[in-house]
């Protein structure tokens, strides 16, 4: 079966940290770009991050540029995003999407999202 798992969600304090993986399952991602996106209620879907299959090529939201970084590990079949100085406002279900790509001014833009996982929840509350 061919899926992505979220994990490293959860409830974290104001200017606090967290790991987010995306891990995959049937089949490799070393073939696809990745997007971490997030969903919070009454918002819509904002792409938080894109990184290319070879990790050479990244974009980021604005509003998260500087505080989030994301990576990943090929032989793990694995892509992190590392959010720090967390925020009430990145509040959202997290959510990775495997997919086609491209670049603009070279930075990572996906154009096709192919495989997606079920999201993990990140509170960010005192």
């Known amino acids: 079966q061919l899926q992505l798992e979220e994990s490293g969600g959860g409830l974290v304090q104001p200017g606090g940290s967290l790991r987010l993986s995306c891990a995959a399952s049937g089949f490799s991602l070393s073939n696809y770009a990745i997007n971490w996106f997030r969903q919070a209620p009454g918002r819509g879907r904002e792409t938080v991050s894109c990184i290319s299959p070879g990790g050479g090529n990244v974009n980021y939201l604005d509003s998260v540029k500087g505080r989030f970084t994301i990576s990943r590990d090929n032989a793990k079949n694995t892509v992190y995003l590392q959010m720090n100085s967390l925020k009430a406002e990145d509040t959202a279900i997290y959510s990775c999407?495997?997919?086609?790509?491209?670049?603009?001014?070279?930075?990572?833009?996906?154009?096709?999202?192919?495989?997606w996982g079920q999201g993990t929840q990140v509170t960010v509350s005192s």
């Open positions: 999407a495997a997919g086609h790509w491209t670049t603009v001014q070279g930075a990572c833009v996906m154009t096709t999202e192919l495989f």
